[in-house]
């Protein structure tokens, strides 16, 4: 079992900035090429205490900055941990495992209370993208989290141009298409959607 997440207030200088949740992080690309833009604080989190020391290895080989972390937890710890921060958390990333294990990943990315905790913690406007190349995942995923109340969002897609997930990388290199679907939590009554991020700096993205 991962151990306790730590309060994110710990983890960032400034725990106002807005917030990326990469869960499920793997070796942590996704992660990576959303803290090029410094101005969001983004948090990769993997239930494996090796990937994630692998992960903080590997971002301070590419001089990723300071509003760069990863914690070894579990989804519903960290969504709760999110919960209580500061600043909106106005994205999150789900992976579906490449190559897909359909039967144990389906119920972990859309076990109802993972999918409410992600609701609740996620800023007004704020988005849950899932990626996959099953797509039995896909459907699932658009019907349960229309379900809990989000909605599909065309064109959305939140990393930026040119970075790629684990999952993305591993589908081109191998040639496999893969859906990106980006679910979107309702806005309060005159609150406006986040802001897109703008490229700030540049650690690899790479594989």
Known sequence: MPPAPPLLSDLFADDTRPLRLDLGCGLGAAARGWASDETRNVLGVDASRSLVKACAARAA????GANLAYVAADARSILAAAS???GPLEAIAVQHPTPPNTRGALDWILAPDVVDAARDALAPGGVLAVETRSARAAAAAREGLAEAGFSLVPDAWPLPAGARS???GACVALGWDVERLV???PLDDGAPAP???TRRRSCSTAM
């Open 166 to 168: 684990e999952t993305g």
């Open 84 to 86: 209580k921060y500061a």
């Open 195 to 197: 802001a897109a991020g």
């Open 183 to 185: 679910f979107r939590v």
């Open 61 to 64: 080989r590419d001089e990723c």
